[in-house]
């Protein structure tokens, strides 16, 4: 696989959970506009896929990526419970 395409497919994937937690009404926008409580464990889910965005991009070559930076948040999703069955589904098959 072309190094380029690599990262990209990362990041593809992390769009891909991203919009399926937008979907989910546990990570829903209107619950910040609603004033509801989000749980500490369900907005570090959220950040964690945030900052492996920022942290892919500048990278062009998958040997410069580091595994674990990027397989921890797609672990941490899959691993918690508050996580729905598509969801958990589709981080594992990312």
């Known amino acids: 696989m072309d190094s380029v395409n690599a990262v990209s497919c990362i990041k593809g994937e992390i769009h891909s959970i991203m919009t399926l937690m937008r979907l989910n009404t546990k990570w829903a926008k209107h619950k910040l506009y609603a004033r509801e409580v ?4 369900e907005s570090s889910l959220v950040q964690s896929f ?3 965005i920022e942290y892919l991009e500048g990278m062009f070559d998958i040997r410069d990526v580091d595994c674990v930076m990027y397989i921890q948040p797609f672990h941490q999703l899959i691993v918690s419970e508050h996580a729905s069955g598509p969801l958990t589904i589709a981080a594992t098959s990312a």
Do not use: K
């Open 38 to 41: 989000i749980s500490p464990e």
């Open 50 to 52: 945030r900052v492996l």
